[in-house]
């Protein structure tokens, strides 16, 4: 007897483009902005060194899908704040309801490293150097449907995808920034500072 086993499951959704892939990802980016914000907010909240900004998007899911990613650095020479600031970083990570694996802190020589994902957000690392070598913060978000190289040409107004958006963004920047998330061609530039003699 031959048995034929159906499956059913969702139907397939359908990929946003245009207006409606702008605004999903804006939703997207605002959201994990916030998390961000509370984050560094609670170690700090002066101006960080900004790394990825967090508004250009990845491709993720063998270019299917469309994620964010932000690094932000602060130096901290002063090790009398490193057990405080690392703490309230593993605190406001646990309050954004992150599920979070957080290092120990017995060693003052080691790094200090917590690791999380959840509500949106893929992969995060905080993580604080000794001896004066400060803070780090990466986050990677979840992957969304749409295409990233369309999203990218949105953002920015540029005629192709393919192009260095380093300009657009600060290189310093305060938790509580409004996060930029539309770089028309207008849009203030960002130029890599002077270098000193």
Not at 91 to 98: E, Q
Request: hydrophobic residues 40%.
């Amino acid at each position: 007897m031959l048995v034929v086993a159906v499956v059913t499951g969702c139907a397939a959704q359908p990929v946003p483009t245009g207006a409606e892939l702008y605004t999903q990802a804006k939703s997207h980016y605002l959201a994990f902005r916030a998390i961000a914000a509370d984050i560094l907010t609670a170690v700090y909240d002066g101006e960080w060194e900004v790394g990825d900004y967090g508004a250009l998007p990845g491709s993720c899911d063998g270019n299917r899908g469309y994620d964010f990613r932000l690094t932000r650095y602060l130096r901290s020479p002063d090790p009398a704040l490193r057990l405080e600031r690392y703490e309230a970083a593993a605190a406001a990570i646990t309050a954004a309801g992150l599920d979070a694996s957080v290092s120990p802190t017995d060693d003052p020589d080691a790094i200090w490293v917590i690791i999380a994902r959840g509500n949106g957000i893929s992969r995060l690392v905080f993580d604080s150097t000794p001896h004066g070598g400060g803070f780090h913060l990466n986050i990677t978000t979840d992957c969304h449907s749409g295409d990233s190289e369309e999203l990218v040409t949105l953002l920015f107004d540029e005629p192709t995808p393919v192009f260095d958006a380093t300009p657009y963004f600060p290189k310093t920047e305060r938790p509580d920034a409004e996060p930029l998330f539309l770089f028309p061609l207008d849009a203030p530039r960002y130029p890599d500072p002077t270098p000193t003699p």
